[in-house]
């Protein structure tokens, strides 16, 4: 398929920038009102597409199975497509705060670097992003706080943005870590940092906002483990405490891999043909207990839902039956693909021409997912990371 079939309009305040919360209103003693936000996971639509006759859901039902109109499907309604035996399969792993501000040796200039991942424990070598990359050469130092403690050098170039460095940091392994994550933010997407009110402090590098303390809660998955991710995978922070209880009151089961999301989620592909976009490869686990529960269910005649794109791609990776892997994987899906596993899936609404989009078009079909997202343009279902969703059975 080409780039271009998956280029449609998205209304920029069809983005969400953050996550669904309501406000609730309260009384002072001496009689004023205020209010509170709330935010609240699993309250964000829910669109259903039955992929087999296309038929697509997006209001609740009267008790005769009539769509009330204007009573929009809500996350929590997930639960009424799935039965005793089922197995949804989760993605744990978990964000890291990625995302770090510094200054330049000798010139104060203030630069963003992006941590991608640890290259060397020992020598705390990681590889990471710079911008603006132009100011950033071999040798140079940056300065991570107003102390003095925590600095880098640049230890190489990797690509045109990408640099090796050596936080030159004389600790153990442990504190160094939590030193440095100390510094950090969560590393919310750009087109969220951008869509917010700009930060005046940021003025002269970038016109956007900070991620706050509260957004590294909310980029985090409830049931997130294993450390390692750059971006959240998006579907699973639908997920509330309270719904994974009904889900086990239900005799729903989960099962959890782990693959650590990293920043081609959001690359921009730049050639039409998609046979020809090379995905960035990132780490992921599948363990034996996962494999066995479900395996089982595959062989018991029940759904297998799994819980966003990137726990398709790994859940995809590993196949026949589910395989224990441990590895890395550059898996690009799009259309027309086959998958081996899954028999149900569970998304976001994504941008326009992105990976995440194609992946779903693979699973739910090219004519009825663009359809859902026309529909979902139309209703004003909110796009993104913090955005709405879309369930696709058979």
Same mark, same amino acid.
């Given at each position: 398929?080409?780039?271009? !079939?998956?280029?449609?309009?998205?209304? !920029?305040?069809? %983005?969400?920038?953050? #996550?669904?919360?309501?406000?609730?209103?309260?009384?002072?003693?001496?009689?004023?009102?205020?209010?509170?936000?709330?935010? !609240?996971?699993?309250?964000?639509?829910?669109? %259903?597409?039955?992929?087999?006759?296309?038929?697509?859901?997006?209001?609740?039902?009267?008790?005769?199975?009539?769509?009330?109109?204007?009573?929009?499907?809500?996350?929590?309604?997930?639960?009424?497509?799935?039965?005793?035996?089922?197995?949804?399969?989760?993605?744990?792993?978990?964000?890291?705060?990625?995302?770090?501000?510094?200054?330049?040796?000798?010139?104060?200039?203030?630069?963003?670097?992006?941590?991608?991942?640890?290259?060397?424990?020992?020598?705390?070598?990681?590889?990471?992003?710079?911008?603006?990359?132009?100011?950033?050469?071999?040798?140079?130092?940056?300065?991570?706080? *107003?102390?003095?403690?925590?600095?880098? *050098?640049?230890?190489?170039?990797?690509?045109?943005?990408?640099?090796?460095?050596?936080?030159?940091?004389?600790?153990?392994?442990?504190?160094?870590?939590?030193?440095?994550?100390?510094?950090? *933010?969560?590393?919310?997407?750009?087109?969220?940092?951008?869509?917010?009110?700009?930060?005046?402090?940021?003025?002269?590098?970038?016109?956007?906002?900070?991620?706050?303390? *509260?957004?590294?809660?909310?980029?985090?998955?409830?049931?997130?483990?294993?450390?390692?991710?750059?971006?959240?995978?998006?579907?699973?922070?639908?997920?509330?405490?309270?719904?994974?209880? +009904?889900?086990?009151? $239900?005799?729903?089961?989960?099962?959890?891999?782990?693959?650590?999301?990293?920043?081609?989620?959001?690359?921009?592909?730049?050639?039409?043909?998609?046979?020809?976009?090379?995905?960035?490869?990132?780490?992921?686990?599948?363990?034996?207990?996962?494999?066995?529960?479900?395996?089982?269910?595959?062989?018991?005649?029940?759904?297998?839902?799994?819980?966003?794109?990137?726990?398709?791609?790994?859940?995809?990776?590993? %196949?026949?039956?589910?395989?224990?892997?441990?590895?890395?994987?550059?898996?690009?899906?799009? #259309?027309?693909?086959?998958? !081996?596993?899954?028999?149900?899936?569970?998304?976001?609404?994504?941008?326009?021409?992105?990976?995440?989009?194609?992946?779903?078009?693979?699973?739910?079909?090219?004519?009825?997912?663009?359809?859902?997202? +026309?529909?979902?343009? $139309?209703?004003?279902? $909110?796009?993104?990371?913090?955005?709405?969703?879309?369930?696709?059975?058979?």
């Amino acid at each position: 398929m080409k780039l271009s !079939q998956f280029k449609f309009d998205l209304p !920029q305040e069809l %983005v969400a920038l953050y #996550p669904h919360s309501f406000e609730r209103e309260f009384t002072n003693e001496d009689g004023t009102k205020g209010t509170f936000r709330v935010t !609240q996971r699993d309250e964000s639509r829910l669109m %259903v597409l039955h992929r087999t006759n296309g038929e697509i859901e997006l209001f609740k039902k009267d008790a005769k199975g009539h769509p009330i109109e204007g009573q929009y499907l809500d996350f929590r309604n997930i639960l009424d497509y799935f039965d005793e035996g089922d197995t949804f399969v989760l993605n744990d792993t978990k964000v890291f705060p990625a995302r770090l501000y510094g200054t330049k040796e000798k010139t104060d200039a203030k630069i963003e670097v992006f941590i991608l991942r640890e290259l060397n424990e020992e020598t705390h070598l990681w590889d990471v992003l710079v911008e603006p990359a132009r100011k950033i050469r071999i040798g140079n130092k940056l300065f991570f706080d *107003e102390v003095g403690t925590m600095v880098a *050098e640049v230890y190489d170039n990797t690509t045109s943005r990408g640099r090796s460095l050596r936080f030159l940091y004389d600790c153990p392994h442990d504190q160094f870590k939590h030193d440095l994550f100390a510094l950090g *933010e969560a590393p919310l997407p750009v087109y969220i940092l951008n869509g917010r009110p700009a930060d005046p402090d940021m003025e002269g590098m970038h016109v956007r906002s900070h991620a706050t303390k *509260e957004d590294m809660e909310n980029f985090q998955c409830i049931f997130a483990k294993n450390e390692g991710a750059v971006t959240a995978p998006a579907t699973g922070l639908h997920f509330s405490r309270e719904l994974m209880k +009904r889900m086990e009151i $239900k005799g729903i089961n989960t099962a959890y891999i782990t693959l650590h999301c990293g920043l081609s989620n959001f690359s921009p592909i730049e050639v039409e043909d998609l046979t020809k976009h090379k995905m960035d490869s990132e780490q992921m686990f599948v363990g034996k207990e996962a494999c066995d529960m479900v395996n089982h269910t595959k062989a018991q005649g029940h759904r297998i839902c799994v819980v966003g794109t990137s726990t398709a791609k790994a859940t995809e990776t590993a %196949v026949g039956l589910l395989k224990e892997y441990d590895g890395w994987t550059s898996k690009f899906i799009f #259309p027309p693909y086959e998958f !081996q596993l899954a028999n149900s899936m569970v998304v976001n609404f994504y941008h326009p021409e992105s990976t995440l989009l194609m992946s779903t078009a693979a699973f739910g079909g090219y004519d009825n997912v663009m359809e859902c997202y +026309r529909l979902a343009v $139309k209703h004003g279902y $909110k796009f993104g990371c913090f955005g709405d969703s879309l369930l696709i059975v058979d």
